[in-house]
């Protein structure tokens, strides 16, 4: 087998436009274009095209598709309406976390599981394991499908003049199928970077054509091409976790805040899941002994915190930085990190970040950094 990155159906557009490329789980990225600063305040106040077809796309379906998913996966799949998209997790038995995803259902019994790039094949072998006895089949659909994101304030306008698609009826978590700039597509509205916006999943040999019409339909108000590294930075100052980061194995949702996606109650036949007795117990656990709680950190100072730094009060070690980067719209380092309970309360006094053997001061709070206005 090479071990070669795979390439996306835009690679040869990405090195034309001068994007630094970069290996992301198994596939070649591009980083950035020119400014990493300038690509994410431009999705914060205009608009920015992506493209993250690294992403791995799962089809379930059959007369058991909904079984088969309700089993898999820690959600009720049943009560996901035709065109809508639910976020949900994939937990090991111990109720570990394998990845979080988002499943769309796009027919009366089909629904395709978007996985992260760097967890799809592991996705995709515990759902095929998982379909053992169930009426369903799973694809593999990652070669099928690029994916192009358009977010930001401009996004739907730019997006209305090259589709006939109804947007204005599209919510947020929905997708629907439509042309756009004459290319079919499944239009979706479920982002990743705290704006408005739209991800289009569409034929790779399309993928070109419909990256061209959308740069000239955004030229007029500031559309830009974005790279994965401002997504990073987006996504940190919307509080949105990522996988590897916020959620590992060793977490179970109830750890990293996120329980309320596990749903005990679904209905009876299908009552048990996989991680079910591990998870309830996370949920017992959570209720009498509050796990470590991810929480918001903003710098006094200009040093940026990392993955994996230590969070001190009064020299004791109190927590685990996440993510840490510099925010661009709140002109700090920030980070995500995981603390005890005592210590998480929005203005906790005294939290510090061991920075290379410093501890520098940073303010505790609520997630998220950023909330756009409506």
């Known amino acids: 087998m090479s071990n070669a990155p795979r390439l996306t159906a835009l690679d040869a557009l990405h090195r034309s436009l001068g994007a630094t490329m ?131 304030p401009e996004s739907p306008g730019i997006l209305k003049s090259v589709t006939d698609a109804d947007l204005d009826g599209l919510k947020y978590y929905a997708g629907l199928p439509g042309t756009v700039a004459g290319v079919p597509a499944l239009i ?42 401002c997504r990073d930075t987006l996504r940190l100052e919307a509080g949105m976790p990522l996988y ?17 996606v596990v749903k005990f109650e679904k209905s009876s036949h299908e009552a048990d899941f996989v991680g079910r007795t591990s998870l309830e117990a996370a949920a017992a656990r959570a209720e009498s002994a509050p ?24 020299g004791q070690v109190v ?6 980067a510099p925010s661009p719209t709140l002109g700090k380092p920030i980070a995500m990190a995981y603390v005890d309970a005592a210590f998480a309360a929005p203005g906790t006094a005294g939290v510090g970040v061991d920075i290379r053997g410093s501890h520098e001061p940073y303010e505790v709070v609520a997630l998220p950094f950023y909330k756009r206005q409506k």
Request: charged share 25%; hydrophobic share 40%.
């Open 22 to 152: 970069t290996d992301f789980a198994g596939w070649d990225m591009p980083l950035r274009y020119a400014s990493e600063r300038d690509e994410h305040n431009a999705v914060r106040t205009r608009a920015g095209l992506f493209d993250l077809s690294h992403m791995g796309e799962i089809t379930v379906s059959g007369p058991q598709a909904v079984d088969l998913l309700n089993f898999a996966l820690v959600g009720n799949i049943g009560t996901v309406g035709l065109g809508r998209a639910r976020y949900t997790m994939i937990c090991q038995e111990d109720g570990g976390i394998v990845d979080d995803l988002i499943v769309y259902r796009l027919a009366e019994t089909e629904y395709m599981v978007v996985a992260n790039a760097g967890n799809a094949q592991v996705v995709l072998d515990a759902l095929l394991a998982r379909a053992e006895g169930f009426d369903a089949v799973v694809r593999d659909d990652r070669d099928a499908y690029a994916l192009i994101a358009v977010q930001g």
């Open 188 to 229: 979706a509205r479920t982002g990743y970077t705290g704006e408005d916006g739209f991800e289009l999943f569409v034929e790779p040999q399309h993928a070109e054509q419909l990256w061209q019409a959308l740069t000239e339909a955004g030229a007029g108000v500031g559309l830009i091409p974005c790279g994965l590294s």
């Open 244 to 260: 590897g980061n916020e959620l590992t194995t060793k977490l179970t949702p109830f750890d990293a805040g996120l329980g309320r």
């Open 291 to 314: 796990p470590r709680k991810l929480v918001g950190l903003i710098a006094e100072g200009r040093r940026v915190p990392r993955s994996g730094y230590e969070v001190v009060v009064d």
């Open 319 to 324: 927590g685990e930085v996440t993510s840490g």
